[in-house]
């Protein structure tokens, strides 16, 4: 499922009609974002830019999830949760386990990675054909593990 700006639009619409406060408050943010990317670039954005405008926002509301907790605020916590779900509904489904291994096994014989010299050029290749569907870090802990078994 993509995501456009036109989507984000008439989900702003229709969460303003309906009276729906929290999911009209992140979707207001969500566009100020984007609106504010395409002001940086001066240009429009693409849906692949668009997606990582909410990949981003995601991984604010994760940060705050983890400082609230941590400061026994689980009121806020659960409000960063709330937003971080509905944002989340923006992004591509993510890869199976067993999906990006496979697209790991397809990128180590692509760029004929021997080392953990080449985890560079692996990663150059895989990040493109993954982006917003897995969590960088993880993939690249599989990399790692994956060339240091060769």
């Known amino acids: 499922m993509g995501v456009s700006k036109a989507r984000l639009a008439e989900d702003l ?4 009609k309906g009276g729906d406060r929290l999911r009209t408050s ?3 943010l969500l566009c100020a974002l984007i609106k504010n990317k395409e002001i940086e670039k ?15 926002s995601c991984k604010l509301r ?16 659960a409000k960063e949760e709330a937003e971080l779900k509905l944002l989340e509904a923006y ?39 993954i982006s917003g569907r897995a969590d960088g870090k993880e ?9 240091s078994r060769r």
């Open 42 to 56: 001066r240009g429009e954005l693409d849906d692949s830019e668009i997606i990582q405008a909410v990949i981003a």
């Open 139 to 147: 993939v690249s802990q599989m990399v790692k593990d994956a060339l």
């Open 91 to 129: 992004l591509p489904p993510p890869l199976s386990p067993e999906e990006l291994r496979k697209k790991i096994e397809g990128a180590l014989a692509a760029s004929q990675a021997s080392s953990l010299k080449d985890m560079g050029k692996v990663m150059a290749i895989l990040m493109p054909e």
């Open 26 to 28: 992140v979707l207001r």
């Open 62 to 77: 994760k940060e705050a999830i983890e400082q609230y907790a941590k400061g026994g605020r689980d009121d806020l916590a």
């Open 13 to 16: 619409k229709a969460a303003l």
